[in-house]
């Protein structure tokens, strides 16, 4: 076994030279904070070649596995007392080994109704592709790259127990990064863009606006029946492509810089998300979570886009919207978290993002000695702010009315090391690609006096950064 390796890296304010370099090996993990200046976007965490990794499919009785297998994979990998001990000196990077990867909307274990619908339209369509992507996938990561940004450090760290090949992988990689570096020869580096022709047809919805209409009439419906005071009704859109995935996510991350970007390779699948909204963090027992409710698209005018921030900051209903979010994930926290701790920290507070204005709140609470961040993501998965409240009612009517499961879209990508240090996002704005095939989706809270036309809209302002990819023939 080898010792515990911690090696300085040259920094670089765009980590796309260590992304290219790391994009063609198995189980690549790309966790990054978009290039953007705001608090929460500090690291980057770049990692491939898991020890272990583990796939959940969606299958009756999964849901509760998927949560349960994690926990389990890392328990059993966690190092012994003096393991860990060890591990003090990598403290102060926010990640020191341990679980990488994404639970689907579908892991969630609260509902039986949660389950992906059947395809039943045929092998080959865009529903029967989504129902083939598990509900989970995480592998075990002995080594990363950390990249700080605010103290402007590069930081690889390789663990004695990452297997020796891997080890050796990790070694010739970094040697190269290094070497580039240092010669300035970096932009001759393969971006796995040589080959990319982009999409083959614009992306479609899988469902029209009038068959929208009908499932949103149902919906107000239910809501005004009292099931329900609010619902998120998604449209999913696909489009054929050529090239690789990582390719479009190099693309992707330059147009929309967002503070949870990533990238998965799940090897017959990939995730390409520049999603805004951080989930659940958990840091020394503490808990953080930030929901998104209220959007504008942001326009090019600076006088007509301030009036846009000032209309948004001022709108009753996207303000109501929020907080009834807010409390739906206070009481998801306090089901979980120390009586008495779970305290709002902010409310409505306006970030602006390259393509759109939200309403970002923040909630905290301690965590008990006793729970693990695992147990607490499963506890409050998915997102209240992409369910509806009551959640299991919203849940269960989202089931009836949208005809293919989400799979990614509204699950999360997360990490969880040894420390029990946790972060997590919650995949909006983000493209799922299978067999050269791309999704998205766009939804958007439905309430009382929701107007179909509005929300039909705000669906499609969400994902129109997403769509804005090059056509093939465009593309030379």
Not at 121 to 150: E, K, M, R
Not at 254 to 281: M, Y
Request: aromatic share 8%.
């Amino acid at each position: 076994m080898y010792p515990l390796l911690l090696q300085v890296l040259p920094y670089q304010r765009d980590s796309k030279l260590l992304m290219n370099l790391l994009s063609p090996f198995a189980g690549c993990i790309c966790l990054e904070s978009g290039l953007t200046d705001q608090q929460e976007a500090r690291y980057d965490i770049l990692t491939a070649l898991p020890s272990v990794q583990q796939r959940v499919m969606a299958e009756p009785g999964t849901q509760a596995e998927a949560f349960k297998c994690a926990q389990n994979l890392i328990d059993h990998y966690r190092p012994d007392h003096a393991g860990i001990k060890e591990l003090e000196v990598l403290r102060h990077l926010p990640f020191c080994g341990g679980l990488m990867g994404f639970f689907g909307y579908e892991a969630a274990s609260i509902s039986p109704h949660t389950l992906p619908h059947s395809a039943s339209s045929g092998p080959d369509t865009d529903a029967s592709l989504l129902a083939q992507i598990p509900i989970a996938v995480f592998g075990l990561y002995d080594w990363a790259i950390v990249v700080d940004h605010q103290q402007a450090r590069s930081e690889l760290f390789i663990l004695p127990q990452c297997p020796p090949d891997i080890r050796q992988q990790v070694l010739d990689v970094t040697t190269e990064y290094i070497c580039l570096t240092v010669s300035a020869s970096f932009s001759t580096v393969s971006s796995n863009q040589d080959n990319f022709t982009g999409l083959l047809a614009s992306f479609k919805p899988m469902i029209d606006k009038a068959q929208y209409a009908q499932s949103f009439d149902r919906l107000k419906n239910w809501i005004l029946a009292g099931d329900c005071y609010q619902a998120n009704l998604a449209i999913p859109f696909a489009a054929p492509f050529q090239g690789s995935a990582f390719s479009m996510y190099s693309i992707l991350r330059q147009q929309s810089q967002s503070p949870f970007s990533a990238f998965i390779d799940a090897g017959d699948f990939q995730i390409l998300s520049v999603s805004p909204e951080r989930f659940l963090s958990v840091i020394d027992g503490r808990v953080f979570t930030q929901p998104i409710k209220g959007t504008r698209k942001r326009l090019a005018d600076p006088d007509e886009d301030s009036a846009v921030q000032k209309a948004l900051l001022s709108s009753e209903k996207d303000k109501a919207e929020n907080l009834m979010i807010v409390d739906l994930l206070r009481n998801d926290l306090g089901r979980v978290c120390v009586t008495g701790s779970v305290k709002t920290e902010s409310l409505f507070k306006l970030h602006s993002f390259t393509h759109v204005h939200h309403l970002i709140s923040t909630i905290s609470a301690q965590l008990p000695a006793d729970s693990s961040p695992l147990a607490l993501l499963e506890s409050c998965f998915p997102g209240g702010s992409i369910t509806g409240a009551p959640k299991i009612r919203a849940m269960q009517i989202i089931a009836e009315l949208e005809q293919a499961p989400r799979t990614v879209y509204c699950g999360s990508i997360f990490y969880c090391d040894y420390f029990d240090r946790m972060d997590s996002s919650i995949l909006i704005r983000t493209l799922l690609s299978t067999r050269q095939q791309l999704f998205c989706w766009g939804g958007s809270g439905v309430v009382a006096d929701s107007v179909m036309a509005e929300e039909y809209q705000e669906c499609l302002d969400k994902v129109s950064a997403l769509m804005n990819l090059p056509i093939a023939d465009q593309c030379a």
